[in-house]
């Protein structure tokens, strides 16, 4: 037995391999692909620097204290020495120039220097030819094909672009998934044998079925002009130094990407400057005033005189346009429009929040953490006027009177709340207590007549509720 399984151990064995895989050993083949570099996006401006102030106005405070390090007190103690000595003024040398239109009832901004310290120092006003910031002049650079940053009103259109073929590419799935369901049953019938009423039956026999009508829908999203591919050029595809590059060779020295014909920075700049900016900054009433009376940085014109109007002529004015049409100067009462809104405009400036007009949500106000380029509105503000004194009660036709101003439906309220809900928004209802006819007439600055506005404005009160729409599916505790 031994002697058999030595023979069987010293018997030829043979061993069978795989072949290796086939090499290409051509040099293109050797060199690893790189992939095809795109081009680098644009660095966005600094926010937080650009827009650091809240409020156009120059502040200097005093160096943080370290407790541990002397020359830290030395150091404060040295700036307030320095700012007693010589004090610099917090307020522009020439204060910013604007002009009423009564067409309007607007307060129009034409220097550009103070539409941009207007804007980008708290986010005062709208540019005229822009949904919000001025930005016309670069949209029209980047229209005429010069040097310009993008704009606010352009990353609008590309996500809107974007979000319009997200929706064509879903219905085009949609469309796909119903037809390939309608072919399975199809198909199962043809095997089964069965003569059941299947989907394409069942919907097949009513005119306009859920199937056909969502095909109809989706037909004018997922139809496509047809591309003529001989009207496009030829291309070429090279490799250089392990970069793919890819090239047209039958363009002119004028369409190449670095050819001289490129024009740079240094022939665009001329026909840059040469643009004229046609935009103007709009300001409210409300900002305006507050501006002018509460900053103090900026000067509002006559549009007949060109000069400028007082703090008094300007209360007066504003107070008259808040009605159409315009009322005279006897029949003002504490109920302005204008003082009701700009009340709450004060309030809210006052406590930190950049405040906007909200007309695009149904509401006056809109409540800015920070402002509109650093995120949403956090709060929509609806002003109502409340009458709680008891002359408004003194006489029944005063009563009715007051009652329809202050009284709101149900349904408004309803629907106000439903489109603050849809747009992620608190609903903040703010109540001004308007104070009687005779505060108006105790708050006069001496025997001039001139009405004390800072006085004036302390007779009003201001209540703040905020409202939350209940959903009865996740608010059941």
């Known amino acids: 037995m031994q002697e058999l399984w030595a023979q069987r151990d010293t018997r030829p064995t043979t061993t069978y391999t795989r072949p290796p895989p086939a090499v290409m050993t051509t040099p293109e083949?050797?060199?690893?692909?790189?992939?095809?570099?795109?081009?680098?996006?644009?660095?966005?401006?600094?926010?937080?620097?650009?827009?650091?102030?809240?409020?156009?106005?120059?502040?200097?405070?005093?160096?943080?204290?370290?407790?541990?390090?002397?020359?830290?007190?030395?150091?404060?103690?040295?700036?307030?020495?320095?700012?007693?000595?010589?004090?610099?003024?917090?307020?522009?040398?020439?204060p910013y120039q604007a002009y009423f239109s009564p067409e309007t009832r607007s307060i129009h901004v034409t220097d550009q220097v103070a539409i941009r310290a207007l804007w980008e120092s708290g986010f005062f006003g709208k540019g005229s030819l822009s949904r919000s910031e001025p930005t016309w002049l670069d949209r029209e650079k980047r229209r005429r094909g010069l040097l310009a940053n993008?704009?606010?009103?352009?990353?609008?259109?590309?996500?809107?672009?974007?979000?319009?073929?997200?929706?064509?590419?879903?219905?085009?799935?949609?469309?796909?998934?119903?037809?390939?369901?309608?072919?399975?049953?199809?198909?199962?019938?043809?095997?089964?044998?069965?003569?059941?009423?299947?989907?394409?039956?069942?919907?097949?026999?009513?005119?306009?079925?859920?199937?056909?009508?969502?095909?109809?829908?989706?037909?004018?999203?997922?139809?496509?002009?047809?591309?003529?591919?001989?009207?496009?050029?030829?291309?070429?595809?090279?490799?250089?130094?392990?970069?793919?590059?890819?090239?047209?060779?039958?363009?002119?020295?004028?369409?190449?990407?670095?050819?001289?014909?490129?024009?740079?920075?240094?022939?665009?700049?001329?026909?840059?400057?040469?643009?004229?900016?046609?935009?103007?900054?709009?300001?409210?009433?409300?900002?305006?005033?507050f501006l002018a009376y509460g900053l103090g940085v900026l000067q509002i014109l006559d549009p007949k005189t060109h000069h400028p109007l007082t703090i008094s002529a300007l209360f007066t004015l504003f107070r008259q346009t808040s009605y159409f049409p315009p009322r005279q100067f006897p029949t003002l009462s504490p109920d302005d429009p204008f003082l009701v809104d700009y009340i709450t405009y004060h309030h809210f400036r006052s406590l930190g929040w950049v405040v906007r007009p909200g007309i695009k949500f149904a509401v006056d106000w809109l409540l800015y953490l920070r402002g509109p380029v650093f995120s949403h509105a956090e709060f929509a503000v609806t002003v109502i006027p409340a009458y709680r004194h008891p002359y408004w009660r003194s006489s029944e036709a005063l009563k009715q009177e007051t009652l329809k101003k202050e009284r709101k439906t149900w349904w408004w309220l309803h629907c106000l709340n439903r489109v603050q809900s849809q747009v992620r928004k608190s609903l903040v209802l703010v109540y001004v207590e308007v104070p009687p006819p005779s505060a108006l007439a105790t708050c006069h600055a001496g025997d001039t007549g001139v009405v004390d506005i800072g006085r004036f404005f302390k007779t009003y009160k201001v209540r703040e509720l905020t409202l939350k729409r209940w959903i009865p599916n996740r608010e059941r505790d």
């Not at 401006?45 to 541990?68: G, S, V």
């Not at 319009?164 to 799935?173: H, L, T, V």
């Open 150 to 289: 993008e704009t606010s009103e352009e990353v609008t259109r590309q996500r809107r672009e974007e979000r319009k073929k997200f929706k064509k590419e879903r219905a085009r799935k949609e469309r796909e998934a119903i037809e390939e369901k309608l072919k399975e049953e199809e198909q199962s019938k043809q095997n089964s044998g069965i003569a059941t009423r299947t989907a394409r039956a069942r919907y097949e026999g009513i005119d306009g079925g859920p199937v056909e009508s969502l095909a109809k829908s989706i037909e004018p999203l997922i139809a496509e002009e047809p591309t003529n591919f001989s009207d496009l050029p030829p291309m070429v595809i090279t490799k250089q130094n392990g970069v793919i590059e890819e090239k047209n060779p039958t363009a002119t020295p004028s369409q190449l990407p670095n050819s001289a014909a490129t024009p740079t920075q240094w022939t665009l700049e001329p026909e840059a400057a040469a643009i004229t900016n046609q935009e103007q900054l709009h300001l409210t009433p409300s900002e305006a005033f």
């Open 29 to 94: 083949a050797t060199k690893p692909l790189s992939p095809i570099k795109e081009p680098p996006r644009p660095s966005k401006p600094n926010f937080a620097r650009l827009y650091a102030k809240p409020f156009p106005l120059n502040t200097y405070p005093l160096p943080p204290l370290i407790p541990h390090n002397a020359f830290s007190v030395l150091h404060i103690a040295f700036t307030y020495i320095y700012h007693h000595i010589a004090r610099a003024s917090s307020h522009p040398k020439i």
